[in-house]
């Protein structure tokens, strides 16, 4: 591959959030170059004035007529939940174990979880995601099929072995001990391999005792630049159970915290019923809130309250949360994000829904200094995205007059079929058709 190429066409990234930074949050160029070099972004500017600078032998890829913007960040996924989206009729605790738990079974067998990871990795590219913090299962070699699929398709991924001792079926249950020390094998062989990262992942509160969740902490404490992942204050009957659990915790936010869960690095699904404490301590500890609209909306889950995140300071990536989550396109998790705002009496614009999945993503997980943007240096992880990829998103497009109109325009109706191809360290990894 040349070692230096220029993508050309309209390109879009933020620097910081709309809602602090206003319009200056924001770049765009309507006929725009992206100079990569050696997989990482070394220019952006008009294409007048950077055309003009490049030697004749550098290749031009020529986009006009489509939006290109920073590869799209996923904070919360479960690859092993891709075989159980769009299951019928349960809340989140009955969910888990009608569908999900016999899922995840599966994963103790290699060849499944390759094959999954697989699918799920070409998924995510299919749907312009370059960048997730995914769960795996219970299963080590779960955890080593992910990374391995991610590994050969040079995409950044955050993963991690679930933790779970208790209240769970025995076919997917670790133990204190035995899930302490095979998060430190997989740390040990994962973190940090080329774009490789690893997450302590304890499921939830209610799945593991006492003594594994002191050892989770123990893990971050031994491990400084490992993540962790969890789900909170997701359902109110799990709620209810987790107070029952932990009767000491002044809240089930604070049960992670009395274990060391909670610190920067720490990315924490859902939190739709937690209270100003707990926000403000999530802020104050640099925790990452995950909002999951398609999965809280499909579990009957609740309202993501994003002005009382961002009031109290709180980080916020948006997550698919696949497979309660309903689908893998962020389009698609963009638009119900709107529209669970709307039934809070919230308003989510197009510019800052964009830098959610964006920079917001890449700065809830403290990569946006390698990803999430066109600056100088990072990662050059893109998504082309066709503005007309069916005939009504053409229709609607062209009768926009400004930028806000049409990115709502996209985020309201696009899918993955409004993904045109999607580059990773500024090679192709997916091609529309
Ligand atoms: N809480 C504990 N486990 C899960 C899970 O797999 N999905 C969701 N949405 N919530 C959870
Ligand atoms: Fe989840």
């Known amino acids: 591959p040349p070692p230096v190429r220029a993508i050309r066409g309209e390109i879009l990234h933020f620097l910081g959030d709309p809602v602090e930074h206003g319009a200056a949050a924001l770049e765009h160029f309507a006929d725009g170059v992206l100079v990569v070099r050696d997989g990482y972004v070394a220019e952006l500017g008009d294409s007048d004035a950077l055309l003009a600078k490049l030697s004749a032998e550098t290749p031009i890829e020529d986009f ?87 590994l050969k398709r040079r995409m950044r991924l955050i993963v991690g072995k679930v933790l779970m001792d208790r209240n769970c079926p025995d076919f997917v249950r670790d133990s204190a001990a035995g899930g302490y020390a095979e998060s430190r094998a997989l740390i040990e062989k994962w973190h940090g391999r080329e774009r490789l990262l690893y997450a302590v992942t304890p499921r939830f509160a209610a799945t593991s005792t006492p003594e594994q969740m002191r050892l989770a902490g123990r893990l971050l404490a031994e491990y400084p630049g490992v993540y962790l992942q969890s789900h909170v204050a997701e359902n109110r009957g799990e709620v209810a159970w987790i107070a029952e659990l932990y009767p000491e915790a002044r809240s089930y936010l604070d049960v992670y915290e009395r274990f060391g869960q909670l610190g920067p690095r720490s990315v924490f699904a859902h939190c739709i019923w937690l209270d100003d404490t707990d926000r403000a301590r999530m802020a104050a500890s640099g925790a990452a809130m995950s909002f999951c609209p398609t999965s809280n909306l499909f579990l009957g889950s609740g309202l993501f309250d994003l002005d009382r995140a961002q009031a109290l300071g709180v980080r916020v990536g948006i997550g698919t949360d696949v497979g309660a989550g309903t689908s893998f396109s962020m389009l698609r998790t963009l638009s119900e994000a709107y529209k669970v ?24 997980l403290y990569l ?44 309201m109706l696009g899918d993955d079929r409004a993904v045109a191809e999607t580059w990773v360290l500024g090679e192709p990894a997916w091609r529309r058709g």
């Open 64 to 150: 006009r007529g489509k939006l290109i913007l920073p590869g799209f960040v996923d904070t919360h996924v479960h690859y092993a939940q891709s075989d159980i989206i769009a299951s019928y009729g349960e809340q989140l605790l009955t969910w888990l174990e009608k569908y999900t738990y016999p899922a995840e079974r599966h994963f103790a067998n290699p060849a499944h979880a390759a094959a999954v990871a697989e699918f799920f990795c070409d998924e995510l590219l299919r749907n312009g995601t370059t960048s997730a913090s995914a769960f795996a299962t219970v299963h080590p070699a779960s955890v080593d099929a992910l990374f391995a699929a991610a």
């Open 341 to 364: 705002l709307q039934l809070n009496g919230q308003r989510l614009s197009a510019e800052r829904a964009f830098y959610l999945a964006t920079l917001g993503g890449a700065r809830s």
């Open 368 to 411: 946006d200094d390698c990803i999430g943007s066109f600056a100088p240096g990072r990662e050059a992880d893109f998504v082309v995205l066709d503005p007309a990829a069916t005939p009504l998103l053409a229709r609607r497009s062209a009768a926009c007059a400004t930028l806000a109109e049409r990115l709502f325009v996209l985020m």
